[in-house]
């Protein structure tokens, strides 16, 4: 509460185009990914939500308004069937007391577009179809237990579940192809259900982070199309719109 009060402050009176985020990726104890051990995670998540926006709403200004965004446990996108739990960050987040038009749920999601075994070595490519019906059942529940609660939802963090068997390598430099329909298909779902999409360059990239750019030229390539379509106006626009990432 300490540290947002005081950057609440100090921004109190920016414009609307920014937007704060209260925490990120918050886990319990055990450090459990995909869904919390217990309720009272869940709990905890919901009251550092509401603290922070009791906090940021206090310091007035344009904050009063401000579009604030509050995430599920472990920022987890309730996406696959293999637990009956996996749903239940979504389930269980809740839009802060006294809030109803400037609440933004977020959620991350890495889907693998590869099979692998027990030990995490590729196996076989999915099938583009699998790939999409995974990415048309996560709609749903995004629909299901976030959306309609009243608050849009953003995927703050988004790609493929980079395989890296020890090389170095990863989804972008081995399975490329499939790569760029998966991309395709996420971004312009996502576009024709109103929810925005931040790609995330995986941490794994090796070289391509070595600089403070989006320098995959054919990969923004796939992002652009995919929201935009094929048009001369997105084409020309890939061409000569430079695209950064955030250091």
Not at 137 to 146: F, H, P, Q, R, S
């Given at each position: 509460e300490k540290l947002w009060q005081q950057i609440a402050q100090e921004f109190r009176n920016y414009g609307q185009l920014l937007l704060f985020e209260a925490y990120n990726e918050m886990l319990d104890a055990s450090s459990s990914w995909n869904f919390a051990q217990s309720?009272?995670?869940?709990?905890?998540?919901?009251?550092?939500?509401?603290?922070?926006?009791?906090v940021v709403r206090a310091t007035g200004g344009n904050n009063a308004q401000r579009n604030l965004i509050v995430s599920t446990y472990g920022a987890c996108s309730g996406s696959g069937t293999w637990n009956a739990k996996i749903q239940d960050p979504l389930k269980k987040l809740q839009i802060p007391s006294g809030e109803s038009n400037h609440?933004?749920?977020?959620?991350?999601?890495?889907?693998?577009?590869?099979?692998?075994?027990?030990d995490g070595k590729y196996v076989s490519d999915r099938t583009i179809s699998e790939?999409?019906?995974?990415?048309?059942?996560?709609?749903?529940?995004?629909?299901?237990?976030?959306?309609?609660?009243g608050a849009p939802v953003i995927i703050g963090e988004w790609g493929t579940n980079n395989v890296d068997s020890g090389d170095g390598k990863t989804d972008y430099d081995l399975h490329k192809d499939l790569m760029f329909e998966f991309v395709s298909y996420m971004i312009k779902t996502m576009k024709q259900n109103n929810i925005a999409t931040f790609y995330w360059m995986g941490l794994s990239d090796g070289e391509h982070r070595s600089v403070p750019e989006f320098n995959q030229q054919d990969l923004v390539d796939a992002i652009v199309k995919g929201y935009y379509g094929e048009s001369p106006s997105a084409i020309k626009s890939i061409a000569t719109t430079p695209v950064r990432q955030n250091a």
């Open positions: 309720n009272s995670s869940y709990d905890a998540i919901n009251k550092y939500a509401q603290s922070f926006v009791d609440i933004i749920f977020e959620v991350h999601n890495y889907p693998a577009i590869v099979n692998k075994d027990k790939i999409k019906a995974e990415i048309d059942a996560w709609l749903d529940n995004l629909k299901t237990y976030l959306i309609s609660k």
